[in-house]
């Protein structure tokens, strides 16, 4: 699963570390190009939600099989692509592998292990997502400069096939107990404390990508990093993320409440630091370092509460978990933009700091309501 993980995630992002190349081969503008980003994270969202419905009670082995094979077949046809539509109706394969793939992966989790392990199995399962992010842009920016940007998209291709391949063999038969219906949604979210726990985790993550799309310009302009310079401290945020998520299992089994709450504060002071203080490479790194660290622990103790929360429809509430990630990404990045474009970057880092606090504050509130298991 883990494995599944990584290669989706990586070729989620990987036209990033590739955009110039593309943009050049495809004879289209790097803005154009970089829709084969949004494209993805609009079908994942919308993907995630209509997936159990879809799916029905079919053995969730043979779903998530399905998945991966819809990874492999995207990352082929882009590499074939002789055009840019033709490379975005090929992402469009990816958002639904994407979106069904998180989806199913948490309920998944609940059935492949114990309870009082779901911690350190989703730690394990994100522990893709951080590798991931500390190792996919490098590689295929690597692989672009070697042999083409179609090179990388083949690689994308040959995880993706070693996944199936593994996930084949280890993952037992898995048969829904029930079908969902799209009106389970409806009824997740009016459980207690549902609504209110998507939207605290919708302004951290929104708080998180409006900080972390625009790191690149901050270091450029704010800290005067030269480009090797934003390269490393990239694999610094990457490897500060690959920690947290290795250590997060073990402070969720700690105290779930005070993760959920802890987190979005220490973002929105390194936010604060950074936007008033940043202009030395080593505390701005070493800053970066540490919002890479908590938001690496993040994703698994709000995927860790979500479960606790709807042990019983794991399924559709993971679905709304990865769209309201999506959603997130969306809202963080563009209104991060707006922010950017008008004010400022150091503006863009205060706003994200006061988004996350009303984070924090949504996490406080959910103090009563958080199972009884990781409290």
Same mark, same amino acid.
């Given at each position: 699963?883990?494995?599944?993980?990584?290669? #989706?995630? =990586?070729?989620?992002?990987?036209?990033?570390?590739?955009?110039?190349?593309?943009?050049?081969?495809?004879?289209?503008?790097?803005?154009?190009?970089?829709?084969?980003?949004?494209?993805?994270?609009?079908?994942?969202? #919308?993907?995630?939600?209509? #997936? !159990?419905?879809?799916?029905?009670?079919?053995?969730?082995?043979?779903?998530?099989?399905?998945? !991966?094979?819809?990874?492999?077949?995207?990352?082929?046809?882009?590499?074939?692509?002789?055009?840019?539509?033709?490379?975005?109706?090929?992402?469009?394969?990816?958002?639904?592998?994407?979106?069904?793939?998180?989806?199913?992966?948490?309920?998944?989790?609940?059935?492949?292990?114990?309870?009082? @392990?779901?911690?350190?199995?989703?730690? $394990?399962?994100? =522990? =893709?997502?951080?590798?991931?992010?500390?190792?996919?842009?490098?590689?295929?920016?690597?692989?672009?400069?070697? &042999?083409?940007?179609?090179?990388?998209?083949?690689?994308?291709?040959?995880?993706?096939?070693?996944?199936?391949?593994?996930?084949?063999?280890?993952?037992?038969?898995?048969?829904?107990?029930?079908?969902?219906?799209? &009106?389970?949604?409806?009824?997740?979210?009016?459980?207690?404390s549902m609504s209110l726990g998507m939207f605290t985790f919708m302004t951290i993550f929104?708080?998180?990508? =409006?900080?972390?799309?625009?790191?690149?310009?901050?270091?450029?302009?704010?800290?005067?990093?030269?480009?090797?310079?934003?390269?490393? $401290?990239?694999?610094?945020?990457?490897?500060?993320?690959?920690?947290?998520?290795?250590?997060?299992?073990? /402070?969720?089994?700690?105290?779930?409440?005070?993760?959920?709450?802890?987190?979005?504060?220490? /973002?929105?002071?390194?936010?604060? @630091?950074?936007?008033?203080?940043?202009?030395?490479? $080593?505390?701005?790194?070493?800053?970066?370092? /540490?919002?890479?660290?908590?938001?690496?622990? #993040?994703?698994?103790?709000?995927?860790?509460?979500?479960?606790?929360?709807?042990?019983?429809?794991?399924?559709?509430?993971?679905?709304?978990?990865?769209?309201?990630?999506? /959603?997130?990404?969306?809202?963080?990045?563009?209104?991060?933009?707006?922010?950017?474009?008008?004010?400022?970057?150091?503006?863009?880092?205060?706003?994200?700091?006061?988004?996350?606090?009303?984070?924090?504050?949504?996490?406080?509130?959910?103090?009563?309501?958080?199972?009884?298991?990781?409290?």
């Amino acid at each position: 699963m883990s494995l599944g993980v990584f290669g #989706i995630v =990586g070729a989620e992002f990987l036209p990033a570390s590739l955009l110039t190349e593309m943009a050049a081969d495809l004879q289209v503008t790097e803005g154009l190009a970089g829709q084969a980003v949004t494209v993805t994270a609009g079908v994942a969202m #919308i993907a995630s939600l209509l #997936i !159990t419905a879809i799916s029905g009670r079919t053995d969730r082995k043979k779903v998530l099989l399905f998945l !991966t094979l819809l990874l492999i077949a995207s990352n082929l046809l882009v590499a074939l692509a002789p055009s840019l539509f033709a490379v975005l109706l090929a992402r469009v394969l990816l958002g639904v592998s994407l979106g069904g793939f998180w989806a199913l992966s948490a309920a998944t989790m609940m059935r492949l292990v114990p309870e009082e @392990l779901l911690p350190k199995a989703l730690a $394990i399962l994100f =522990g =893709g997502v951080s590798a991931a992010t500390v190792f996919a842009a490098p590689i295929g920016s690597f692989l672009g400069e070697l &042999s083409g940007w179609r090179s990388a998209f083949l690689a994308a291709a040959g995880l993706g096939m070693l996944a199936f391949a593994i996930q084949l063999h280890c993952l037992p038969s898995m048969r829904a107990d029930r079908a969902a219906r799209l &009106s389970t949604i409806v009824r997740v979210l009016k459980r207690p404390s549902m609504s209110l726990g998507m939207f605290t985790f919708m302004t951290i993550f929104a708080g998180h990508f =409006g900080f972390f799309t625009y790191l690149r310009p901050f270091l450029e302009t704010v800290t005067g990093a030269s480009p090797q310079m934003v390269t490393l $401290i990239l694999l610094v945020f990457g490897v500060g993320t690959f920690a947290g998520n290795s250590v997060s299992s073990y /402070l969720i089994s700690r105290s779930l409440f005070a993760v959920l709450a802890s987190m979005p504060l220490m /973002l929105a002071l390194v936010a604060f @630091l950074l936007a008033q203080f940043g202009g030395e490479l $080593i505390l701005d790194a070493s800053l970066v370092g /540490l919002w890479g660290v908590a938001f690496g622990i #993040i994703p698994v103790s709000w995927s860790t509460w979500v479960t606790g929360t709807v042990p019983d429809e794991a399924e559709t509430a993971g679905g709304v978990f990865v769209a309201t990630a999506n /959603l997130a990404i969306a809202v963080g990045a563009g209104l991060g933009g707006i922010v950017f474009d008008r004010f400022g970057v150091e503006a863009n880092y205060m706003a994200c700091a006061v988004v996350l606090l009303l984070g924090c504050f949504g996490a406080l509130r959910l103090r009563n309501r958080i199972a009884k298991t990781y409290r």
